[in-house]
């Protein structure tokens, strides 16, 4: 999710809550004047014959808001909260203004100013909650936003003093790709250089970038349509002052980039509200299955502990979004070690391509075989989920030397967060081709909705049921 998608997501946030604010500081200075001041001072009309001054002040105070800059993305908290008291400074003058221009007499003054109070007090402190809730709560991923330059050296300078002036918070910097020669150790002083644009595919794999800005004169427009493709294959984001050329897969968009007008060409679903949504489902769906599943972790570390030797839980380093690699977690459900003896195994796998797959692998244990056929050793994997590392659904995260022997067109499925459960596990068992896989999770992913989710997650629990896992 590129920073313009987060930045709607956030003015969309923001301005739902604002509209809470202003009406819960209406109603709370209501209350206050009516049962809090002394009775000379608390006399009000009901509080249905002011109902009207609210409908007006809300989209006015909205106005104000936007003019102000409230919803910037890089407003920050202290220039936020002098905006705030200003633009209600503001917003209260005009309503005495309208009042006394409408002749509107039995709206009291102290009414008004309790509620400028009321409103400033509120909105500082709840955007300061909603802040530190999407700190908390929001995944990791969330807020990190990768940017790599590509263009000739004017274009790359040109591009690193936009985003210096403009970088959204969490977005940084991850390098440059260079078209044509330059002299010198790098291309642009602060930026570090990672390739040439013939490169492309390998600067992704090991940069993992979200998203690729090209920035470069019409001298060099000829070697857009390679390296688009490229960034289009692997599920990469980019942003282009250019003509762009025929997409396969890609969906283009208009905007503006640093303050600057710009093409985006993203393989990625657009449906920014609902991937904002995922996100959260998959915060609250982990933390509500992890307290009602507390019995499995006292119960299955006492099985694999009495079934065979070695550790409780299985820990390995996966690759997940963009290439990003962690800790995945769960269940041991092999013998100690099993690795090791994975090389000697190897003429038996059942998988066509870079995985590695036995139905009767000889070192699944005992426990191991039933564990993994209810599925219950991904369970603590739904820490990785909470970490913001894993989704619920998605494509499964595979291991650093399986993604090193990716085919380009195949690093598409690292464009999205991996899943405990995703579409090809729900499709069959029995699908022993890689590519088709693959294929599998591509689709889901250039037609993916939550109500696709929904779907895979029901099919899981029909295969968890019928005991059909793997």
Request: contains cysteine; charged residues 20%.
């Amino acid at each position: 999710m590129h920073s313009a998608e987060k930045h709607k997501i956030s003015r969309g946030v923001h301005l739902f809550f604002d509209i809470l604010y202003i009406a819960g500081a209406f109603f709370a200075a209501y209350e206050a004047k009516v049962r809090h001041l002394p009775e000379a001072y608390a006399a009000m009309y009901p509080l249905r014959e002011y109902l009207w001054l609210l409908a007006v002040i809300v989209p006015l105070w909205l106005i104000i808001f936007k003019a102000r800059g409230l919803y910037d993305a890089r407003f920050t908290p202290a220039r936020g909260a002098l905006a705030i008291a200003t633009s209600v400074a503001a917003g209260i003058s005009l309503i005495i203004v309208i009042l006394f221009a409408c002749k509107v007499h039995y709206v009291s003054r102290i009414f008004i100013g309790l509620f400028g109070l009321f409103n400033v007090v509120i909105m500082m402190a709840g955007r300061g909650a909603v802040s530190l809730c999407a700190g908390i709560f929001l995944p990791k991923e969330y807020g990190i936003h990768r940017i790599v330059i590509a263009g000739d050296r004017k274009g790359i300078e040109r591009a690193a003093r936009l985003i210096g002036g403009h970088v959204p918070k969490g977005a940084t910097v991850a390098g440059c790709v260079l078209v044509g020669r330059f002299e010198g150790s790098a291309p642009v002083e602060g930026v570090k250089y990672l390739g040439q644009v013939n490169e492309l595919d390998r600067v992704i794999h090991e940069a993992s970038p979200d998203e690729i800005v090209f920035v470069m004169d019409n001298e060099h427009l000829s070697v857009l349509k390679d390296a688009i493709y490229a960034c289009e294959q692997q599920g990469i984001t980019v942003r282009l002052l250019a003509d762009f050329l025929d997409m396969r897969i890609a969906r283009l968009s208009g905007g503006q980039f640093c303050g600057v007008p710009a093409i985006t060409i993203s393989a990625l679903p657009q449906k920014v509200w609902q991937l904002f949504c995922k996100h959260i489902l998959d915060f609250i769906g982990a933390f509500v299955l992890l307290w009602y599943c507390w019995l499995v972790f006292i119960v299955v570390p006492i099985l694999i502990k009495l079934d065979s030797r070695g550790p409780i839980f299985f820990t390995q380093v996966r690759v997940g979004l963009r290439g990003r690699r962690f800790r995945i977690v769960k269940f041991r459900t092999m013998v100690n070690r099993a690795e090791d003896f994975k090389f000697g195994l190897s003429d038996l796998n059942e998988v066509q391509g870079p995985v590695f797959k036995m139905e009767q692998d000889p070192r699944v244990t005992r426990v191991g075989r039933w564990l993994r056929k209810y599925y219950i050793d991904e369970v603590p994997q739904l820490i990785n989920v909470l970490l913001g590392e894993m989704s619920i659904v998605g494509p499964r995260p595979a291991l650093p030397e399986e993604v090193e022997k990716y085919y380009p067109w195949q690093r598409r499925r690292l464009s999205m967060k991996p899943g405990i459960t995703g579409s090809w596990q729900v499709a069959g068992v029995g699908i022993k081709e890689f590519d088709e896989r693959v294929r599998i999770d591509l689709d889901y992913i250039d037609n993916w909705s939550l109500w696709n989710d929904f779907k895979i997650v029901l099919r899981t629990l029909m295969l968890i049921i019928k005991g059909k896992g793997v």
